[in-house]
């Protein structure tokens, strides 16, 4: 086969979407995973208010929400098995809690603990990563690992649009494809990285149009539709364990609040748009969709508000009150021997000799 031939025969199948993959008010429901992805969007809402109000009481440092985002969030835990692992970037709490991180351990990063909070082999989660996309070569590294050892695993690398600037995207997926690695690129499309718009961050077609310069399918999928995310995102991740390679998958969604508690999105973008986007709110879109086919009662809705108030009420609790701290900790892990100034600062220290906080 020449060049020119599989340019011709393979393009086609690569090809991203023109018009975003949607399921809402398209498909004939799920009556089982429909109703799930509703209650744990109806979770994520809340843990997404309620994070935010923490930061406004000094309890959290800092939070990134995913308001309007939580279709990926939830689509992107939900579609993954039990060995799988995830890898999120500080955005993604909420992936990280649906996949069954207690909710306060995923914050334990954000509340300015020094390490993760969480094991990450315990849940299969790698820690919540602030600088942009280096965790998408991680993901790659574990994934080829997988394969080289035959361990059936899939792993899901979640990324901002901004992100897909840095030269980890370009090397993860440049690398995924070479080694035919089992790994997904979720990359979740909100049009802003904080106030650069999409439009300074690409000339692309579409973000998943890239994926044919590294010999990947693309993937466009409407980010505020759970269970489109959770379709395209299951098969990604199937043909990636049945050996298929990568898949890189684009979600048009859009963040609702500021970039973080710390940023006033008002400088820099219309109300116009923000009200556009609420209009199409990926919670009150399922749950429309759900009642029109009988699949969600007033009772149903009720307990899974009643859920989420007793998530709320648990962070509320967790982080209520101040973890306990060994100030010695400040010196450990610094070096793998301590250097002569540090054990001298670090008896000063104990001591109380003018080296107490
Ligand atoms: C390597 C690196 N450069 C810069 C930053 C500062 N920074 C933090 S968030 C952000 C914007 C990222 O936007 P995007 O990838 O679209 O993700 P979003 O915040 O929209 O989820 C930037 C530039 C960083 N964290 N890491
Ligand atoms: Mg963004």
Request: aromatic fraction near 6%.
């Amino acid at each position: 086969m020449t060049v020119q031939d599989a340019t011709v025969t393979e393009l086609p199948t690569l090809l991203p979407e023109s018009e975003p993959f949607r399921m809402l008010g398209q498909s004939p429901p799920d009556s089982a995973l429909w109703p799930r992805l509703y209650t744990a969007l109806v979770r994520g809402r809340r843990y997404n208010t309620q994070a935010t109000t923490l930061t406004r009481q000094g309890r959290l440092a800092v939070y990134p929400s995913s308001t309007g985002q939580e279709a990926c969030q939830v689509a992107a835990a939900l579609a993954l098995g039990p060995r799988d692992w995830l890898f999120p970037s500080y955005r993604d709490t909420l992936a990280a809690v649906t996949r069954g991180l207690p909710p306060a351990a995923a914050l334990g990063l954000l509340r300015g603990d020094w390490h993760t909070g969480y094991d990450p082999h315990a849940h299969r989660i790698a820690p919540l990563c602030t600088p942009l996309a280096t965790q998408l070569p991680h993901a790659v590294g574990l994934a080829h690992a997988a394969r080289l050892r035959g361990d059936d695993v899939a792993v899901l690398g979640l990324v901002g649009d901004g992100g897909t600037s840095e030269g980890d995207f370009h090397e993860a997926l440049n690398f995924a494809a070479v080694w035919r690695a089992p790994v997904v690129f979720l990359v979740q499309n909100n049009g802003w990285a904080i106030s650069v718009p999409l439009a300074k961050q690409t000339a692309a077609p579409s973000i998943a149009h890239k994926a044919i310069g590294y010999g990947m399918p693309g993937r466009l999928v409407d980010g505020n539709d759970a269970p489109a995310v959770h379709h395209v995102l299951t098969e990604a991740l199937d043909r990636a364990r049945a050996g298929g390679g990568p898949t890189l998958v684009e979600a048009l969604t859009y963040r609702v609040d500021a970039h973080t508690n710390a940023d006033d999105a008002t400088r820099y973008r219309d109300d116009a748009e923000v009200a556009a986007w609420r209009a199409r709110d990926p919670l009150p879109r399922l749950e429309r969709e759900l009642r029109r086919h009988g699949l969600l009662t007033d009772d149903a809705a009720e307990a899974a508000r009643a859920d989420a108030e007793e998530l709320a009420a648990g962070l509320r609790a967790a982080l209520g009150s101040d973890p306990p701290l060994a100030p010695a900790d400040l010196f450990a892990h610094v070096y793998a021997t301590p250097t002569p100034q540090l054990r001298e600062q670090a008896a000063g220290f104990g001591g109380g000799a003018g080296g107490a906080p």
